[in-house]
Each structure stands twice: as structure tokens, then as C-alpha cells.
């Protein structure tokens, strides 16, 4: 029986999800155990892979729980929510004059979970499916690409799906296997779903068009956020802030160091995310957590207690768009609605997924903002790595040009190129869909006889004052050419949202000069 597979490498926690099909030709995910050690040094089993790394003082590497425990003892020497920096280059941690970058972190925890896909099949796993924000642009998933090489992964078989469309091909496969007067969509229309994905380190939405019948298959992103670093590592840090302060009123001022009053921190921030999941789970008007933390300071035990109506003041900036933070949940689906020129009712159902989803002041806001109850994935922490697996099946029928099958993606933000000298020129609109290929012939001028750069950036306009430098390559020439000579550009990006571009300059029939952003070269002549 043939297997897929898919992973979920999210910035707090991976999963890992296999698939297979039915003899009644039914799509059966479910998420494995994946193996780690724990605070013990006890190698156990778990669905859930913190994405942590920790490095002991022999060099020995650990990722997952144990990593995830070590936050609070050796904090110097674990590297967490990495997944925020892959794709920014000469970003390092240094743990003993050993330098770790993004990619290197990325492709650990992958390797778990290769290793334990493989255990759980019996067989070796090259080809997969990698899930990554829909904000992401083509460096950060050229450089979750590389990671998932360096962890033993088929570069050529490795596909990305966005984690907005993984959770919604889960809910949409769960749907399905339901009886008709039993399933809450009727998908044989097309309908706008915004799918509202927050998890611990991201705020990921997306807008998509679904209709799918006895023969078509349509799943189509319309528009997606702008990157958004909001998840549940902000809420546990908004509830630290606030404990910190009480625990100095109650305690006094008993910090020597500020390195001791960060240890006290990490210890509350670890103590706060207990407290978040414990209130996403809780019913009843007013709740109370509270748990003694031994040896919290000098040898001093802490009564830790918050209830869900202080929690909810806490966070409350993260909730509403005039929040003081600078960031909060509206702010995504504000941006992704303008993007999508569409209105809040022009939204047929909104679907909630991501380990905050179960949170109820999130879905509050959320279906206060929209006016009507949200849908919730059933499988809130695990539906993106199962949705991975189902696209995994369906993009072997992509690759095979199945017509009746659609999942497209689309490009997060504009892109722009400029030279020197003049404003930047866009070449291809946020919302163009995947693949996507086009040429400009004799769209700039050589400004230099030797050579000339060229960027690319990326940005919601001209004058985004976010605007990224995603690459800036040098052509140089091996001829001197007449400055004033046209210069022909080709764009291209593929279902990955990998991003490629050509440049050439047609100073006579006997040269041509052409650089690329690809995977390792940035420059190369003919």
C-alpha cells in the first residue's frame, strides 16, 4: 500500500502525519508518535515535537522535549522558534563557538521526524510535504527547501503547501466521510472561506475559494497575509509581564542580576503557557490556575495563581485592533480582505485552526468581527500536518495533469525590480496565482559598460515602509556594453512559490548574459 506523508514543522511544535487510502478509495490521515527524549533523559514517544534545540555541555544535540525543558535551566543553550529567521541570511546562534543558522536548526528537527515516518512505514521517506506560513516568501521556503535536504529529503519531491490550505483540505476530507444532513458546507457551490490559522509563533490567514463535486476538485487562494508574528508565544508573554509585576509585590525586590530576573522570567513564561492551555480547556465564569513552583528563587518556592479574567486583561492588546502592541489578530484579516478587495460579508464561512483556535476570547473576536459563528477544525493542533499528507495524494495527481483537480496558490506581496537611478518596477501583483511565468522584453536599459545590479523587493506597494530586499545579483559583463542597451527580464514562480528570475542583455547575436536566483547560484554568464 502506498503511503504519503506530510509535516507540519511549525515555529513552537512539528507534527508529522501519514496517509493512506482505503479500499473504498477513502483519504485516512493520521498523525504518528514521533521520538524524543524528555526532561529525564527517557526516550518516549509523542505526536506532538517541540521545535527546540538543545545542545548539552558535551555537544550532544538534542531536539523536542527535553530541548523545550531546558528553556527554563540552560536557556544560553537551546535555540526555539528558529522558524521566524530561516531564510534571513547570516542569521547564527553560537552555543561553544559552534554556529547553528536557521536552516541547520530546521533540518534537526525534520530529521526527527523523518526517522520516526520511516519507523512507523518500514520504509525509507524521500518525498513529502512540508507546510509553511502562506506569508512566506521564495527565500524563507528556498530555505526551508534546503533544511529539508540537509535532513535527507528528495529536493526534486519536496513540495510546500501553505498551512491555511493544509487545515482546510483536513476539514474538507473530515466533511466529506460525514453523512449528507450530518456535514456543515455544502461545497458543490463556490464559496469563500477565510481560514484564520493561529498557532504558537504565527498568525497565518488566508482567503480561498472552494467548490468541489463528483468531478472537480477547486481549492484556490485568493489572497493571504502579510507575515505576521503574533501566536501563542506573545499571549504567554503578555501574561508573564504581568506576573512578573506581581510577584515582585509579592515577594519584593529579590533580583541581585538581571540574569536572575530573566531565569525568573523564562520560568513564568513556561508557567504561563501551561496556564493558556489549561483555560482553553476549562469551562465556567471564573477559573483559577495555580501551581507551586519549588526552588523559584533562592530557594524559595512561588504560589504561581492567575485567573482567566486577569489572563484576559493581559492579553487583551493582542485582541483588539487599537491594542498598544503595534500587532494583534485583527490586523491580518483586515490585510488580507483589502488585498482580496472583499468585504467582511462578502465571506461565506470562516474556519479557525492552530493550538489557539481552542481559546474561546480568539474565536469571540473573531466571530464578533464576521457576525456569525466560525468553524472549527476538529483537529485544531494536528489538522495542518494531516492536510499536508492529503495534498501529498493529490499533488501526485497534479504532477500527472489531473484537470479536475485545482490547488493554487498565490503570491503574498508585489514584486518590484529597480536599478540604480530610477523607481522600482513591478513585475508581478500580490494575488497572481501559481505557476506563474512571464517575460519583459526590454523593460530596463544597461546603465554601466563593466556591469550593473539589479533588486528585487517585495512589498504591499511603492511605499511600503516594510518593503524587503529579497535579492540584489550583479551582472557583469564579459563584453563592454553600450550603456543605453535594452535589457529583457523573465519572472517566473512555481507551485512552491519559488521565485526565479532571468535578466539578459542582447548587446549582439554572439553574447548574452543571464543571471538567475536559483537555488545555489546567484550568478552565472554564457
Not at 136 to 155: L, V, Y
Not at 237 to 265: A, Q, T, W
Not at 283 to 294: A, L, S, T, W
Request: aromatic letters at 10%; glycine letters at 6%; a neutral charge.
Amino acid at each position: 500500500m502506498k503511503r504519503y506523508v506530510g509535516i507540519d514543522l511549525g515555529t513552537t511544535n512539528t507534527v508529522a502525519s501519514v496517509l493512506e487510502i482505503s479500499q473504498e478509495g477513502e483519504l485516512l490521515p493520521r498523525v504518528i508518535d514521533i521520538g524524543q527524549f524528555n526532561e529525564d533523559y527517557e526516550y518516549i514517544y509523542d505526536k506532538i515535537l517541540p521545535s527546540c534545540l538543545y545542545v548539552d555541555k558535551s555537544g550532544n544535540q538534542y531536539v523536542g522535549r527535553i530541548a523545550q525543558s531546558m528553556k527554563v535551566k540552560e536557556p544560553e543553550r537551546v535555540i526555539y522558534n528558529s522558524k521566524n529567521y530561516i531564510g534571513t541570511s547570516g542569521y547564527f546562534w553560537e552555543i561553544d563557538r559552534k554556529l547553528f543558522s536557521p536552516e541547520e536548526v530546521a533540518a534537526l528537527i525534520l530529521k526527527e521526524a523523518k526517522q520516526s515516518l520511516e519507523r512507523e512505514i518500514g520504509e525509507e521517506v524521500v518525498n513529502v510535504v512540508i507546510t509553511v506560513p502562506a506569508s512566506f516568501n521564495h527565500d524563507q521556503i528556498r530555505a526551508t527547501k534546503k533544511a529539508a535536504k540537509m535532513a535527507g529529503f528528495d529536493e526534486q519531491n519536496t513540495y510546500f503547501i501553505s498551512e491555511p490550505t493544509a487545515a482546510l483540505l483536513d476539514f474538507i476530507n473530515t466533511e466529506k466521510k460525514l453523512p449528507q444532513n450530518k456535514r456543515h458546507l455544502d461545497f458543490s457551490r463556490p464559496r469563500k472561506m477565510l481560514v484564520f490559522d493561529l498557532g504558537g509563533g504565527t498568525c497565518d490567514v488566508s482567503i480561498l475559494e472552494v467548490q468541489i463535486t463528483d468531478k472537480d476538485f477547486i481549492v484556490e487562494e485568493i489572497a493571504i497575509s502579510s507575515h505576521t508574528l503574533v501566536g501563542g508565544i506573545n499571549f504567554d508573554l503578555m501574561g508573564s509581564i504581568y506576573l512578573l509585576e506581581k510577584c515582585s509585590k509579592e515577594m519584593g525586590d529579590l533580583f541581585d542580576s538581571e540574569n536572575e530576573k530573566r531565569h525568573v522570567y523564562n520560568r513564568l513564561v513556561c508557567e504561563m503557557e501551561k496556564a493558556r492551555k489549561f483555560f482553553s480547556i476549562s469551562v465556567g465564569e471564573e477559573v483559577i490556575y495555580e501551581n507551586i513552583v519549588e526552588n523559584f528563587i533562592k530557594g524559595k518556592p512561588y504560589k504561581f495563581k492567575i485567573s482567566n479574567k486577569e489572563y484576559e486583561e493581559c492579553i487583551r492588546p493582542l485582541l483588539v485592533k487599537e491594542g498598544n502592541m503595534g500587532y494583534n489578530v485583527v490586523d491580518p484579516i483586515l490585510d488580507t480582505l483589502e488585498k482580496a478587495g472583499l468585504m467582511i460579508q462578502d465571506i461565506d464561512d470562516v474556519l479557525l485552526t492552530g493550538g489557539m483556535s481552542n481559546y474561546r476570547p480568539v474565536r469571540n473576536v473573531i466571530e464578533k468581527l464576521f457576525m456569525k459563528k466560525a468553524l472549527i477544525s476538529l483537529h485544531p493542533m494536528f489538522s495542518v500536518a494531516r492536510g499536508a499528507a492529503i495534498y501529498h495524494y493529490l499533488s501526485e495527481k497534479l504532477n500527472k495533469g489531473n484537470n479536475n483537480i485545482k490547488i493554487e496558490p498565490v503570491l503574498a506581496s508585489n514584486i518590484y525590480i529597480d536599478i540604480k537611478n530610477g523607481l522600482p518596477f513591478l513585475i508581478v501583483s500580490q494575488g497572481t496565482k501559481a505557476p506563474y511565468e512571464r517575460e519583459y522584453d526590454k523593460i530596463l536599459r544597461v546603465t554601466n559598460a563593466t556591469g550593473m545590479r539589479l533588486d528585487v523587493f517585495s512589498g504591499k506597494n511603492l511605499w511600503d515602509p516594510k518593503m524587503k530586499r529579497l535579492k540584489s545579483v550583479q551582472l557583469n559583463f564579459s563584453k563592454l556594453i553600450k550603456p543605453g542597451t535594452p535589457i529583457s527580464l523573465k519572472i517566473s514562480f512555481d507551485r512552491n512559490r519559488i521565485l526565479t528570475l532571468s535578466a539578459w542583455v542582447v548587446a549582439s547575436t554572439e553574447q548574452r548574459v543571464q543571471v538567475a536566483i536559483g537555488e545555489e547560484s546567484e550568478n552565472y554568464e554564457h
